[in-house]
Nanobody, 121 residues
Framework: QVQLVESGGGLGHPGGSLTLSCLASGSMFSGSLFSFYAVAWYRQAAGKQRELVAR???????NYSNSVKGRFTISRDNGKNTVYLEMNGLKPEDTAVYYCNIDVPGVTAYWGQGTPVTVSS
């Protein structure tokens, strides 16, 4: 069974840091297969649409939304089937549920269950 499991969310303070993890498991991502896929982090704040935060491709080249560029860092450890989102300089507007996503071409898009992040003093 294919699963994406996010962790690391919680309460962060303005200017502080949190690191999220996304662990991929299942036959679709077994062995070296995980390394072939781009992985993305999305977030959805209350009452708003889900938005792309960051994406890392199979060559570990990252892309970021303008709202997090310079503050967030996405990285991957293919040996652990895990992608990380290091969030620094947190702002209240970063408050959202963060989701991990892998699009497998011709198959489907996989999503995790989400991990909530609240930024508040």
């Amino acid at each position: 069974q294919v699963q994406l499991v996010e962790s690391g969310g919680g309460l962060g303070h303005p200017g502080g840091s949190l690191t999220l993890s996304c662990l991929a498991s299942g036959s679709m991502f077994s062995g070296s297969l995980f390394s072939f896929y781009a992985v993305a982090w999305y977030r959805q704040a209350a009452g708003k649409q889900r938005e792309l935060v960051a994406r890392i491709n199979s060559d570990s080249v990252p892309n970021y939304s303008n709202s997090v560029k310079g503050r967030f860092t996405i990285s991957r450890d293919n040996g652990k089937n895990t992608v990380y989102l290091e969030m620094n300089g947190l702002k209240p507007e970063d408050t959202a549920v963060y989701y991990c996503n892998i699009d497998v071409p011709g198959v489907t898009a996989y999503w995790g269950q989400g991990t909530p992040v609240t930024v508040s003093s």
